[in-house]
């Protein structure tokens, strides 16, 4: 008699065997629940797909306040009409993780779609979509990455936008994807206008497990986020906003201490990050650890990064290293600071997981998936205290570069004395990015860097400190967050006048190739054997609640492989 076949095993998949529920407490019928009349208010997701495994996730939505714990059903089927379940089990859910579920589903086929829905007593959720990774040979793999949705500030045209595409593999989240500030807080001027106010149990700064759960829940309601997470598998990384503003390891900008301990909110809400984001933990009950890496058969190996949390130093401040009377700098202790080998963004330990990762990785693309921006953001240090000097400083930028002999010394210092504009991005940490971008070298991989937080689209080359080309950033607009414009006085300026400064940028900032200053939406990075290109897909407005696609401003930007093509093109 044959051993095992093909057909036993799916069959005892399919009584759930084949998938591991992810610390959902007790598992078994809970016979108390099944009169308990409930919803699916918070739609259905997907994530971090491998070529065996895929979360599949959703809530449950008791309608009377006592509940506090539930039995729920779920089938895995290749058929949207769950015709041939491939998986099917239950699982409990309960207060105590707030009513989410999450299920890893196991020993799936590579590179196959699936279909997923959830029963409770006799509701049905919304069926959703999901594929797993492929192996071994790949002509193409296609992302959609996104960072900054910002409830109140605006819809989230972009989240449907790429739900409507159906060429896209994955939906790559680098953070931001909820933000923690009250109503009356940062981005909510629009917020009732819009009609997207934040409710009134949920309307303070975020601080407890609760205020956390209530704004995934809110973010959740919203439907275009709810269609993306139904239609693609997601792949994320927190940034900042899921805990406070400009978080690092020991606290954050947005967090006092009359506002109670940090490590504490810091829990909460990862604890609420890791119940409402279809993410595989690093291991059971370990909600600090988020960085790992995704394999594309054999065109991209994807490092998702963790810059924020688990191993960040305080950033740097410039008001540290000013005089407070001359207001003249201290730049040779800010450059020291700035060098010291001690200060880390992404921590030790998961450098050497990146490095050791990479060593072994064969992909013909390696490409991390993280939060702030890493290519060279230097501008004159004279526009940093005063902006208004753009114009002067940019016709002796043009002047230089046209090596014309009238400009004097006191002009060329003042473009050539530059200085970092954010110490929140990796300019900040320039010892240990110089340690990933030799490493880069040193293993002659072909690099893309994604990147988010920023809420302005951006492209760089990335040259390591003797000069040589290592790779190209590709960094994304928010989904609604409002970005440069807004601090700059941008806001309604006319095509030209935005394009203009946007040019002023690319010229300032060796490096820059690319920036959009003004508008909102997600990048489209396709990668082939040959070639790896980033689609910038912007929106005419985030306000409105209809949009259009300004393909006037798409822009698309690529980069060969090999070590003689690592640039901008
Ligand atoms: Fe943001």
Redesign the pocket.
């Given at each position: 008699m044959s051993s095992f076949s093909r057909r036993d095993f799916l069959r005892l998949s399919a009584y759930g065997f084949g998938a591991a529920v992810i610390s959902t407490g007790l598992m078994g019928c809970n016979s108390d629940s099944n009169n308990i009349a409930v919803s699916f208010a918070h739609g259905v997701a997907s994530g971090d797909p491998l070529a065996d495994k895929v979360i599949i996730w959703t809530r449950i939505t008791p309608r009377d306040a006592d509940v506090e714990r539930v039995t729920v059903h779920w089938e895995v089927s290749t058929d949207s009409d769950f015709a041939d379940l491939i998986h099917q089990g239950s699982t409990t859910t309960s207060i105590d993780r707030d009513f989410t579920v999450k299920v890893d589903i196991q020993n799936l086929s590579p590179d196959t779609r699936y279909y997923y829905r959830f029963i409770c007593n006799d509701k049905i959720s919304p069926e959703g979509v999901m594929k797993t990774l492929p192996v071994g040979s790949i002509d193409r793999v296609k992302m959609a990455v996104f960072?900054?949705a910002?409830y109140p500030a605006g819809f989230f045209h972009a989240y449907a936008e790429a739900a409507s595409r159906k060429d896209i593999d994955v939906a790559v989240h680098l953070?931001?994807y909820l933000?923690e500030y009250p109503m009356g807080g940062y981005a909510t001027e629009d917020a009732q206008a819009i009609g997207r106010a934040l409710p009134d149990d949920n309307n303070t700064e975020l601080f407890s497990l609760a205020d956390y759960r209530k704004r995934y829940a809110l973010y959740r309601t919203d439907s275009d986020l709810q269609k993306l997470h139904q239609s693609l598998p997601f792949i994320a990384v927190w940034?900042?906003?899921e805990i406070a503003n400009d978080t690092w390891k020991n606290g954050a900008e947005n967090h006092s201490e009359t506002e109670g301990d940090f490590t504490e909110r810091k829990l909460a809400a990862l604890q609420a990050y890791f119940e409402w984001i279809p993410v595989r933990p690093a291991s059971e009950d370990d909600e600090e650890t988020i960085y790992r890496q995704f394999v594309f058969g054999d065109l991209v190996s994807l490092y998702m990064l963790d810059t924020r949390v688990i191993g960040r130093d305080e950033p740097l401040d410039y008001a540290n290293y000013l005089d407070p009377i001359t207001g003249a700098m201290n730049t040779a202790q800010f450059i020291a600071d700035l060098s010291d080998p001690n200060r880390t963004l992404m921590g030790a330990d998961q450098l050497l997981w990146l490095q050791q990762s990479m060593a072994t990785s064969t992909a013909r693309w390696d490409v991390l998936g993280q939060q702030v921006l890493i290519g060279r953001m230097n501008i004159p240090a004279a526009l940093l205290s005063d902006f208004t000097r753009l114009e002067e400083v940019i016709s002796i930028k043009i002047r230089m570069d046209a090596s014309d002999p009238t400009v004097t010394d006191e002009e060329a210092l003042l473009v050539t004395t530059i200085i970092p504009y954010n110490l929140d991005a990796w300019d900040g940490y320039a010892y240990e990015r110089e340690l990933v971008m030799q490493m880069v070298q040193a293993l002659d991989k072909n690099l893309v860097v994604l990147s988010?937080?920023?809420?302005n689209a951006w492209a760089s080359n990335l040259i390591d400190a003797s000069g040589n080309a290592v790779g190209v950033e590709f960094a994304t607009s928010?989904v609604s967050?409002p970005g440069l414009e807004t601090y700059l006085g941008l806001e309604g300026a006319d095509d030209a006048t935005l394009k203009q400064v946007e040019q002023s940028f690319v010229t300032l900032i060796n490096g820059l190739s690319y920036m959009n200053i003004s508008q909102r939406g997600f990048m489209l990075v396709s990668f082939t054997q040959d070639e790896a290109t980033c689609e910038w897909i912007v929106v005419d407005s985030v306000k409105s609640t209809t949009y259009t696609l300004d393909a006037n401003s798409m822009t698309s930007l690529s980069v060969l492989p090999g070590p003689e093509n690592r640039r901008l093109r």
């Amino acid at each position: 008699m044959s051993s095992f076949s093909r057909r036993d095993f799916l069959r005892l998949s399919a009584y759930g065997f084949g998938a591991a529920v992810i610390s959902t407490g007790l598992m078994g019928c809970n016979s108390d629940s099944n009169n308990i009349a409930v919803s699916f208010a918070h739609g259905v997701a997907s994530g971090d797909p491998l070529a065996d495994k895929v979360i599949i996730w959703t809530r449950i939505t008791p309608r009377d306040a006592d509940v506090e714990r539930v039995t729920v059903h779920w089938e895995v089927s290749t058929d949207s009409d769950f015709a041939d379940l491939i998986h099917q089990g239950s699982t409990t859910t309960s207060i105590d993780r707030d009513f989410t579920v999450k299920v890893d589903i196991q020993n799936l086929s590579p590179d196959t779609r699936y279909y997923y829905r959830f029963i409770c007593n006799d509701k049905i959720s919304p069926e959703g979509v999901m594929k797993t990774l492929p192996v071994g040979s790949i002509d193409r793999v296609k992302m959609a990455v996104f960072s900054c949705a910002n409830y109140p500030a605006g819809f989230f045209h972009a989240y449907a936008e790429a739900a409507s595409r159906k060429d896209i593999d994955v939906a790559v989240h680098l953070g931001d994807y909820l933000y923690e500030y009250p109503m009356g807080g940062y981005a909510t001027e629009d917020a009732q206008a819009i009609g997207r106010a934040l409710p009134d149990d949920n309307n303070t700064e975020l601080f407890s497990l609760a205020d956390y759960r209530k704004r995934y829940a809110l973010y959740r309601t919203d439907s275009d986020l709810q269609k993306l997470h139904q239609s693609l598998p997601f792949i994320a990384v927190w940034d900042d906003h899921e805990i406070a503003n400009d978080t690092w390891k020991n606290g954050a900008e947005n967090h006092s201490e009359t506002e109670g301990d940090f490590t504490e909110r810091k829990l909460a809400a990862l604890q609420a990050y890791f119940e409402w984001i279809p993410v595989r933990p690093a291991s059971e009950d370990d909600e600090e650890t988020i960085y790992r890496q995704f394999v594309f058969g054999d065109l991209v190996s994807l490092y998702m990064l963790d810059t924020r949390v688990i191993g960040r130093d305080e950033p740097l401040d410039y008001a540290n290293y000013l005089d407070p009377i001359t207001g003249a700098m201290n730049t040779a202790q800010f450059i020291a600071d700035l060098s010291d080998p001690n200060r880390t963004l992404m921590g030790a330990d998961q450098l050497l997981w990146l490095q050791q990762s990479m060593a072994t990785s064969t992909a013909r693309w390696d490409v991390l998936g993280q939060q702030v921006l890493i290519g060279r953001m230097n501008i004159p240090a004279a526009l940093l205290s005063d902006f208004t000097r753009l114009e002067e400083v940019i016709s002796i930028k043009i002047r230089m570069d046209a090596s014309d002999p009238t400009v004097t010394d006191e002009e060329a210092l003042l473009v050539t004395t530059i200085i970092p504009y954010n110490l929140d991005a990796w300019d900040g940490y320039a010892y240990e990015r110089e340690l990933v971008m030799q490493m880069v070298q040193a293993l002659d991989k072909n690099l893309v860097v994604l990147s988010g937080d920023t809420h302005n689209a951006w492209a760089s080359n990335l040259i390591d400190a003797s000069g040589n080309a290592v790779g190209v950033e590709f960094a994304t607009s928010s989904v609604s967050s409002p970005g440069l414009e807004t601090y700059l006085g941008l806001e309604g300026a006319d095509d030209a006048t935005l394009k203009q400064v946007e040019q002023s940028f690319v010229t300032l900032i060796n490096g820059l190739s690319y920036m959009n200053i003004s508008q909102r939406g997600f990048m489209l990075v396709s990668f082939t054997q040959d070639e790896a290109t980033c689609e910038w897909i912007v929106v005419d407005s985030v306000k409105s609640t209809t949009y259009t696609l300004d393909a006037n401003s798409m822009t698309s930007l690529s980069v060969l492989p090999g070590p003689e093509n690592r640039r901008l093109r």
